[in-house]
C-alpha cells in the first residue's frame, strides 16, 4: 500500500499494486483534480512497472483518467470478480505519460 499526505499529515490517497497491476487507487473527493492521483500513478508506473488495470465500467471519470494517463481497453467482462453484474474494462499501459 502506497499512501500521499497532506501538510497536517493525513493520509488524502492510496494504491495498492501487485505484481505490475494496479488494484486499487483511491483519492479524498476533496483533493481529486489536484495532480495526486496523476502522481502515485505514476509513481506505481516507474517504480513497480504498473502497466495493467481493471476499472468498472460505470465509472467514466476513472477511466477517462486512465486513458489520459496512456492506458487504453483491451478487454470487458459483465461481471466483475467477484461475479455480480457490474461489467469491467480490463487496460493495458500502452503510451507511457
Excluded: W
Amino acid at each position: 500500500m502506497i499512501t500521499e499526505t497532506d501538510e497536517s499529515g493525513k493520509n488524502i490517497a492510496f494504491m495498492g499494486i501487485e505484481e505490475n497491476k494496479l488494484e486499487m487507487l483511491f483519492i479524498k473527493n476533496s483533493e481529486r483534480g489536484k495532480g495526486v492521483g496523476k502522481k502515485l500513478l505514476l509513481y506505481g508506473i516507474e517504480e513497480y512497472g504498473v502497466n495493467d488495470l481493471a476499472v468498472n465500467e460505470d465509472n467514466p471519470l476513472a477511466r477517462g483518467f486512465y486513458e489520459h494517463m496512456g492506458f487504453k481497453v483491451y478487454k470487458r467482462n459483465e461481471l466483475d470478480d467477484q461475479g455480480k453484474p457490474y461489467p469491467v474494462l480490463y487496460m493495458r499501459l500502452e503510451d507511457k505519460p
